[in-house]
């Protein structure tokens, strides 16, 4: 098992927590002990993660004296929203969850950033712990505090900061995962490679295919390489003041794409990728990288089996959605470029004409 440990400096100091990751550590829950201030805690996950590992998890809880109510939501990205939400608060009430029960997702993504926005407006903030059982997850949405849902104008709009004490990455949950699933966790991984890792772009290049075959000594190291990433970026910059903009590489595109063709439509991985390579190709066209490094780019998206060309919604309704992006400052758009691969950067003097052309000239009819 190795373990990652988030150091959170600004107070209060206890908040830094450890990401534990490994196979078959679901089986171990004396790893998350500590941190769970009661016998008893609350387990948000949701119909398809829920039957694979809920039971057990709940068995091994049981072990140690912990008893925990289960709370199962429906699957999808289209069910991140109040409805859902409030059937975590429902149930929290009924079981008459208190202020020291913590909070555990069980899931991906979604099951982490509703159990997290839950966790943090329940009773004005209970424990959390994540327990993440997606590539995406385990690389990116359980680690560094966003919680929160969509909004049917924008994606991810309402929200809150809230860390984790703990997560816990079981890589051996990954082997039930969907093949597309996998892909969609693999372009988080990229991400990290493009912004601030050309060594681990590199690597990735050579190893993308071990990753897709689930090689479980490939999964840890890339799992925890991007963690290192994410947890260094998270203490350098928590609430996103700064450089944590730059996680949201291809991420302005990106969500445009999830909301324009529906939520869950287009993974939130995939819309990422192609939204990657709009953003190259503007860093491209403002003479920032040359075109074999967006070639580079494009290849390792391919081998990765991810989408590199965005459906054409047409600039006007690509502006408009974009315009209501959380890095939007003084009604002026932001977006995060590519000065190399391995070096992003936040600029906010994009040409309107390079815009509209590139969304224009490179995506296709969906
Ligand atoms: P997801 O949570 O929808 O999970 C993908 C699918 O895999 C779902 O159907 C899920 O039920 C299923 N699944 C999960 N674990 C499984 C397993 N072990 N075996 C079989 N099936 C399994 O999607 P995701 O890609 O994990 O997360 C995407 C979400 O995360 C988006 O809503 C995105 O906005 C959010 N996100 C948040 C952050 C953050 O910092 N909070 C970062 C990145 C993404
Ligand atoms: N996934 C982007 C962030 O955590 O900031």
């Known amino acids: 098992m190795q373990t990652v440990t988030v150091n959170l400096v600004s107070t209060p100091a206890q908040r830094g927590y450890p990401i534990h990751i490994g196979a078959n550590i ?112 385990q690389v990116d949405s359980s680690v560094g505090g966003k919680t929160g849902i969509n909004h049917p104008l924008g994606k991810n709009m309402i929200g809150a900061f809230y860390q984790p004490q703990a997560v816990m990455a079981d890589t051996s949950t990954l082997d039930t995962l969907p093949d597309r699933e996998l892909r969609a966790g693999i372009a988080e991984v990229i991400k990290y490679g493009l912004i601030r890792d050309p060594a681990f772009f590199d690597w990735l290049e050579s190893h993308v295919d071990a990753l897709l075959e689930r090689d479980n000594s490939m999964l840890i190291e890339a799992i925890e390489r991007s963690c290192q990433h994410k947890a260094e970026v998270v203490e350098a910059d928590e609430r996103e003041s700064g450089m944590r903009a730059l996680l949201n590489l291809g991420h302005t595109f990106g969500h445009a794409i999830e909301n324009a063709m529906g939520y869950g439509n287009w993974l939130h991985g995939e819309a990422v990728a192609a939204g990657t390579m709009l953003a190259a190709e503007v860093s491209r066209r403002m003479g920032m990288i040359d075109e074999g490094e967006v070639e580079r780019i494009r290849n390792l998206y391919v081998k990765a089996g991810l989408p590199v060309i965005a459906p054409n919604l047409g600039p006007e309704k690509y502006l408009r959605l974009m315009g209501l992006d959380k890095k939007v400052q003084g009604g002026k758009m932001r977006f995060i470029l590519l000065e190399n691969i391995g070096r992003a950067a936040v600029h906010a003097d994009v040409p309107a004409a390079i815009l509209t052309e590139v969304l224009t000239e490179c995506t296709a009819d969906a």
Do not use: M
């Not at 590992?53 to 072990?63: E, H, I, N």
């Not at 990205?77 to 555990?104: G, M, Q, S």
């Open 26 to 137: 679901l089986a171990q829950p004396e790893l998350i002990l500590d941190y769970l201030g009661q016998k008893r805690v609350a387990i948000v996950t949701n119909t398809t993660v829920g039957p694979l590992y809920l039971d057990k998890f709940r068995a091994d809880l049981s072990v140690h004296g912990i008893v925990s109510v289960p709370i199962v939501l429906p699957d999808g990205e289209e069910y991140k929203n109040w409805e859902t939400l409030n059937l975590i608060f429902d149930a929290l009430l009924t079981h008459r969850c208190e202020r020291n029960t913590p909070v555990i997702a069980l899931g991906g993504g979604v099951v982490g950033d509703l159990a997290g926005f839950a966790a943090a407006t329940y009773l004005r903030g209970v424990p959390f712990i994540q327990v993440p059982t997606t590539l995406l997850a």
